[in-house]
């Protein structure tokens, strides 16, 4: 069983759309949850981090760690053809480095 | 302020032969890592390093190496190539502690082997 597991996708949605993205984990370690965003033939880039339980909010950008469920969600509202992007879930324990999920391919239908 | 650059942006090598893949970063950051994404696969971590002659392994060392001589540079060196280091290479940078998890990342290289 892998440590994060990440549906690769793709997920096509239409403009406007509301986009769910999600991750599921094995390690009870794990503190920090983080979102990266991958756009095509770039480096990914830190998009959300939140640390332990609860939900944060960012723009159109909501992040929500369940950790009883081991489970992590990303939400984009109103999504926009620019968020199309492969997203990447990543996680880490103390003194542990990350451990990043296979990344979700998301594209935006204007 | 470039944040990390990567060099070379592609390369095809013929299997056996070696390279090495430039990283350089101008935050300042201690740690610095390489990772290698394969197509549905991740990143996965090669090596990391906390500070100038200091490096370590991660997921999947094997058929690399590194070395840390300044702050700002960290090349990973493949030695006799094969057709499984096909991949693309993204070196990282972050500040160490309880913001590593802020990881900056270069353009990244292509590397192809056959």
């Known amino acids: 069983q892998k440590e994060v597991e990440q549906d690769p996708g793709p997920l096509s949605v239409p403009e406007g759309a509301i986009v769910s993205l999600n991750c599921t984990y094995s390690n009870s370690a794990f503190q920090y949850f983080m979102w990266y965003r991958q756009y095509s033939r770039k480096g990914p880039e830190l998009l959300m981090y939140t640390y332990s339980s609860g939900n944060k909010e960012d723009g159109r950008f909501t992040a929500q760690v369940d950790k009883s469920s081991k489970y992590i969600s990303l939400f984009i509202r109103d999504s926009q053809p620019s968020d199309s992007a492969t997203y990447l879930c990543a996680m880490k324990g103390y003194g542990n480095k990350l451990v990043f999920g296979a990344g979700t391919i998301l594209r935006v239908k204007s | 302020n470039a944040g990390v650059t990567q060099t070379p942006k592609f390369r095809i090598l013929k299997i056996g032969q070696s390279m090495t893949l430039q990283c350089t970063q101008d935050?300042?950051?201690?740690?610095m890592y390489w990772y290698r994404q394969d197509p549905g696969m991740g990143l996965k971590l090669i090596y990391y390093?906390?500070?100038?002659?200091?490096?370590d392994k991660g997921e999947v060392p094997n058929g690399y190496n590194v070395s840390r001589s300044t702050t700002e540079d960290f090349p990973l060196r493949l030695e006799l190539a094969a057709p499984s280091q096909t991949s693309v290479y993204f070196c990282?940078?972050?500040?160490?502690?309880?913001?590593?998890?802020?990881?900056?990342f270069g353009p990244g290289t292509r590397l192809t082997v056959t």
């Open positions: 390093s906390v500070g100038a002659g200091i490096t």
């Open positions: 935050m300042n950051h201690n740690y």
């Open positions: 990282a940078s972050s500040y160490p502690g309880p913001r590593e998890y802020e990881q900056y």
